[in-house]
C-alpha cells in the first residue's frame, strides 16, 4: 500500500524518498546524487511524508 502512495507523489519527492528510505542515504548523500539542496531534499522529505500520511489516511476512512 505504501509503495501505491509513493508512485502517486511527483517525481521529485518519488526520488529522494526512494533515496533516503529504502537506500538509506544521508541528506548530503541525497544532495550530491540530486543536485539539490539539503534544504529542498528536507522539503520534499516532509511533503513526500505528509502526502503519503494523507492517502493513508484517506484509505484507512473508506475501510471504515
Known amino acids: 500500500?505504501?509503495?501505491?502512495?509513493?508512485?502517486?507523489?511527483?517525481?521529485?519527492?518519488?526520488?529522494?524518498?526512494?533515496?533516503?528510505?529504502?537506500?538509506?542515504l544521508s541528506i548530503p548523500e541525497i544532495a550530491n546524487i540530486t543536485q539539490f539542496t539539503e534544504v529542498n531534499i528536507r522539503q520534499l522529505l516532509s511533503r513526500g511524508r505528509n502526502?503519503?500520511?494523507?492517502?493513508l489516511d484517506l484509505l484507512n476512512c473508506q475501510d471504515e
Open 1 to 24: 500500500v505504501v509503495m501505491q502512495c509513493l508512485q502517486n507523489l511527483p517525481a521529485s519527492q518519488q526520488k529522494v524518498m526512494r533515496l533516503r528510505h529504502f537506500a538509506d
Open 51 to 55: 502526502a503519503i500520511k494523507s492517502q
